[in-house]
């Protein structure tokens, strides 16, 4: 069965960094036809993709222009799964964040969703 | 990047049929045939209903349907059902390096 796990704290600190890994299950991150991205939705910003990254040869990383001051999306290949990093987090960071996959099947859908990680940042 | 823009709720009675649209520009919606939908009920993952403008993955109702004319896309839900009370959400490609562009997402109410 194709699934991704989340994994990662619900609280982080503001100025501090996000951390949240997706483990793939019956896929791999190493796939030369997917993309993985981490994705959120808050009430006040509705869903905003923020990075990707896939492997064509090499490996790739796309990030949103919002946020790609202060993020890194990373492939595990030794523990099939990928990650994201957000540095200096702010309340307006506060979201639930959903690691997808696109499977390149068809043009920027997502397949395959994880559950979903509530982050708060607060003090 | 501007979000695609989706009414906010959309209602009708049981066998209904609603059409929930998503307005872009010629730079992602009217560009590509590229147009997926997502149905997402409270506390949960959005689940794939529709991609590339009018195609359903397997196991999705064929009570879902999609299409698009110039930079609208549509989704319509026809002989509406109580468990269709749900968010719904567009996708749409925008270009390579930042390729997705979110709906503002619609409330369906089935009253």
């Known amino acids: 069965q194709i699934q991704l796990q989340q994994s990662g704290p619900g609280l982080v600190k503001p100025s501090q960094t996000l951390s949240l890994t997706c483990a793939i299950s019956?896929?791999?991150?190493?796939?030369?036809?997917?993309?993985w991205s981490w994705i959120r939705q808050s009430p006040s910003r509705g869903l905003e993709w923020l990075g990707r990254t896939y492997y064509r040869s090499k490996w790739y990383n796309d990030y949103a222009v919002s946020v790609e001051s202060r993020i890194t999306v990373n492939p595990d290949t030794s523990k099939n799964q990928f990650s994201l990093q957000l540095n200096s987090v702010t309340p307006e960071d506060t979201a639930v964040y959903y690691c997808a996959r696109d499977p390149g099947q068809c043009l920027s859908c997502f397949d395959l969703w994880g559950r979903g990680t509530l982050v708060t940042v607060s003090s | 990047q501007s979000a695609l823009t989706q009414p906010a709720s959309v209602s009708g009675s049981p066998g209904q049929s609603i059409t929930i649209s998503c307005t872009g520009t010629?730079?992602?919606?009217?560009?590509?045939?590229?147009v997926s939908w997502y149905q997402q009920h409270p506390g949960t993952a959005p689940k794939l209903m529709i991609y590339e403008v009018s195609n359903r993955p397997s196991g999705v109702s064929n009570r879902f349907s999609g299409s698009k004319s110039g930079n609208t896309a549509s989704l319509t839900i026809s002989g509406l059902q109580a468990e269709d009370e749900a968010d719904y959400f567009c996708i749409s490609h925008r270009n390579d390096r930042r390729p997705y562009a979110f709906g503002t997402g619609t409330k369906v109410t089935v009253l």
């Open positions: 010629s730079s992602d919606v009217g560009g590509y045939n590229s």
């Open positions: 019956g896929d791999s991150v190493s796939s030369t036809s997917a993309a």
